[in-house]
């Protein structure tokens, strides 16, 4: 680390002579009289110059993959003033308390620690950046960071053009504007609010200061605005825009469906039957877009295909929240609290640790759509953002010991009990899942849909706890004649028509022991056919919702939520499964959960068993149900 002093001095003095409001490479101007080839061959010498004496990237800030993170994007606030229908519920989000958020003074003390340690591009988000009073301020401090080669922006443009001079004055060098129909109309149903033409007069504001390219994202909607992707690329023509088309990606709160995703090669194609010739441009090493440019446009149309083709292999990206939690994935769930740190007095090098430890626990890339979908995450309007949970010890030992949403690798925080219960009694959740939750426990590492080698392997799980057994409770209440078999002992389906309607709950489980070998391959994801948990994991949700199909006298039970969850356990080289499933009905649905947690288990044979043929399958029983006159049941 002793040469990078020198090395940042260098590049420093490289881009002095470059900076300029657009959010592109810096380029050196020719002095007077200056040839412009004369200026190209200087600047040429002195990035070679550069790459020779380059001091080594930070190891905090290097993945175990050998991912170099120099891109932090901060939230500067939670809150935002439209209700996109992609980024958050429509009733809005729990907001985090004011004293948990950011200070001024942390934002920029992390930010200096980052830029320090190799960050040379910094984006501000939100919620809505704009809508923070300091936000021009944090732009000024930002830019005499010695170092850092752009300050960028990413906004609804509800503000943009009130403000932006302001900040393009304080060093504002790149800007990202959402805005993802070009009808008014539309607008206001998408966003939930008026102001489609404050972002066009932002948007226009920002060619008019300079800045090449604009950048404008739009979440591509199947049945909302995929009609409008040429009318979007045809802004290209004669504006300095690279219009992003992004897929619909899925987080709390936004309804994702599979079916609203409208890939990257549709929009290609539907773009390419309008303008053939449309060219491929050169991307970045770390780009997450794919360019294009049609011949004679001024600006250029993007692609960022998240769901349809990850571009985790080259991600240079961390995140901090606004409530200061470092995020290294999107897509993750797992976050820990470098404001905490910070005000229980870390020390820079404690802080630095922290940091190194969280990317250096970073995947190699994130879960597939599908398993992406289901997987407990912030609302997106938090992510570029109430964090509920987070690595660091919680202080309150009352909401230690559950975790009922499921977060993946992180606990309660500290402040949080009484708004975790307000938001507990509003979801309704049901009861269900609190008795799922108490027969798991908490604390355990979780393995979300995709496998990950570590040297301690005893809990890698689909879902957290340990697998106790839940203490009986309730009426037991039986009956020693067979319900589906009549008087003369013939088959029979139950008349549950004068039965009255009630939430009916079921928890099952079972155990696959895979044997070691298979479950290495389990477990380090390497299965030829694929992700064996994921697979299994749908196959059980799918088994339950066709139960009366299978079981003869089964009712069919319109179930209104399935959840199967998958354990790993290296001590018996096994699988533990637990299904659960809930209904309002006149009809309990056991058999729907017994029935989803034994096909999950013969999926993971069917997995398997190329690999090995003993495999065996075990402990397939009920371990709790509510609802129904019988009472309810859990198992000793």
Known sequence: MAAQPLSRMLRWLLRSSARSCSSGAPVTQPRPGESA???????????QFLREHAAPFSAFLTDSFGRQHSYLRISLTEKCNLRCQYCMPEEGVPLTPKANLLTTEEILTLARLFVKEGIDKIRLT????????DVVDIVAQL??????RTIGVTTNGINLARLLPQLRKAGLSAINISLDTLVPAKFEFIVRRKGFHKVM?????????????????????????EDELLDFAALTEGLPL????????????????????????EMLDTIRQQWPELEKLPEEESSTAKAFKIPGFQGQISFITSMSEHFCGTCNRLRITADGNLKVCLFGNSEVSLRDHLRAGA???ELLRIIGAAVGRKKRQHAGMFSISQMKNRPMILIELFLMFHDSPPANPSIASWDPLHVQDLRPRMSFSSQMVTLWKGCRVPQALLLAQQWLGSGCFQRHYTSRADSDANSKCLSPGSWAPAAPSGPQLTSEQLTHVDSEGRAAMVDVGRKPDTERV???????????????????NQLKKGDALVVAQLAGIQAAKVTSQLIPLCHHVALSHVQVQLELDSTRHAVRIQASCRARGPTGVEMEALTSAAVAALTLYDMCKAVSRDIVLEEIKLISKTGGQRGDFHRA
């Open 37 to 47: 080839r004369a200026a190209s061959e200087e600047l040429s010498r002195r990035r």
């Open 126 to 133: 939100g919620g809505e950046p704009l809508i923070r009073p």
């Open 143 to 148: 830019q005499r960071l010695e170092g850092l």
């Open 201 to 225: 007069e932002g948007i226009h504001k920002a060619i008019e200061l300079g800045y090449n390219p604009v950048k404008v994202n739009c979440v591509v909607m199947r049945g909302l605005n």
């Open 242 to 265: 690279d219009v992003r088309f992004i897929e619909y990606m899925p987080f709390d709160g936004n309804k994702w469906n599979f079916k609203k995703m409208v890939s990257y090669k």
């Open 347 to 349: 020390s820079e090098q």
């Open 506 to 524: 079921a928890v099952a489980s079972a155990v696959v022991c895979l044997g070691p070998v298979a479950f290495k391959l389990v477990q380090q």
